[in-house]
């Protein structure tokens, strides 16, 4: 992740809790989440919940040719528990800030009234993950570096030298229970996630696209 391509998404009001583990106890509402290479360095993402109303955000920030950035939020957001991040938030019925009600069947009034419902939603939701938004970020920058390092292409690896530092004083600064997460069991779990779906990517057409469940 290069902070560049970083889309600020509002924090809800609300206390937040010490790190927002409470919602990891809690059953994940059931969601699809589709990416789609839009052009030659765009793309988009489009999430469809259990009742089959979907919401996209395009385009989406921060392509890459390996993967694109909401694609690593999404891999360690759901390797990692982060209910309150981006993912979490669209399948409880919000937009994270970013995402808006689709059409369906060209009925734009209803999209419309719809987009403003998840809206208003949004902002009630989960206010004791305030920080998780912050977290996401976080883990997204970790595991990136992470997984650039570790890898066969000397360009990847060279990209990694170049956010070392940075990968490693944000591991310094996380609360010693959020630290306590990136286990070398936990990273390499999230590696493999990581090439795992580099690999979808990397062979998609403008136009195609994969899907992965939250």
């Avoid at 919000?94 to 208003?120: L, N």
């Avoid at 570096?145 to 490693?168: F, K, N, Q, Y």
């Avoid at 600064?173 to 779990?189: D, G, L, N, Q, V």
Wanted: charged share 30%.
């Amino acid at each position: 992740m290069n902070a560049k391509w970083t889309k600020k998404r509002p924090h809800p009001r609300g206390p937040a809790s010490n790190s927002g583990r409470a919602m990891r106890t809690k059953q994940r509402k059931p969601m699809s989440v589709t990416f789609i290479r839009t052009g030659e360095r765009r793309y988009a993402v489009r999430a469809t919940t259990a009742d089959g109303q979907a919401v996209q955000m395009d385009p989406a920030p921060g392509y890459d040719p390996l993967m694109p950035h909401d694609l690593q939020h999404f891999i360690v957001e759901r390797c990692l528990g982060i209910e309150g991040g981006i993912f979490g938030r669209l399948a409880a019925g919000g937009t994270a800030g970013t995402f808006h009600a689709t059409a369906t069947g060209g009925d734009a009034r209803e999209a419309s009234r719809r987009r403003r419902k998840r809206a208003a939603r949004d902002g009630r939701l989960m206010p004791s993950l305030a920080d998780d938004y912050a977290r996401s970020e976080r883990a997204t920058y970790v595991c990136w570096h992470d997984w650039l390092a570790h890898s066969d292409r000397p360009e990847s690896r060279a990209r990694a030298v170049g956010m070392r530092e940075g990968a490693a004083g944000m591991l310094a600064r996380m609360p010693p229970r959020e630290r306590a997460e990136y286990s070398e069991r936990k990273r390499a779990e999230i590696r493999r996630e990581f090439q795992r779906l580099s690999e979808r990517w990397t062979t998609l057409a403008v136009g195609e696209s994969f899907t992965e469940p939250w």
